[in-house]
């Protein structure tokens, strides 16, 4: 069974950083591209980045320059930096591993910044 889990999230003042991570179990990680979502109360969830397994990268316009992705395939490990936090960034956080026709989704972890 496909496993991702989440850690990283917590309560941070606006202008602080996290550090998200997400650790794969039982796929061939490196073949995935590896995407953060979000989804704030009241909206749709979003795309925030992603990695491809060649390490190509594309990010939210509203994030852009503030939050970074990267990938350990050692460690089937995918992270999400985020810096310069705004409370709009508040929301949970979901990580996807995505390889037609496989798609798989964590559990989430809440990130709330206090303005």
């Known amino acids: 069974q496909v496993q991702l889990v989440e850690s990283g999230g917590g309560l941070v003042q606006a202008g602080g950083s996290l550090r998200l991570s997400c650790v794969a179990s039982t796929i061939n990680f490196s073949i995935y591209t590896m995407r953060w979502y979000r989804q704030a109360p009241g909206k749709q969830r979003e795309l925030v980045a992603g990695?491809?397994?060649?390490?190509?990268?594309n990010y939210a316009d509203s994030v852009k320059g503030r939050f970074t992705i990267s990938r350990d395939n050692a460690k089937n490990t995918v992270s999400l930096q985020m810096n310069s936090l705004k409370p709009e960034d508040t929301a949970i956080y979901y990580c996807n591993a995505f390889n037609l026709p496989y798609n798989y989704w964590g559990q989430g972890t809440q990130v709330t910044v206090s303005s």
């Open positions: 990695i491809t397994r060649g390490g190509n990268t």
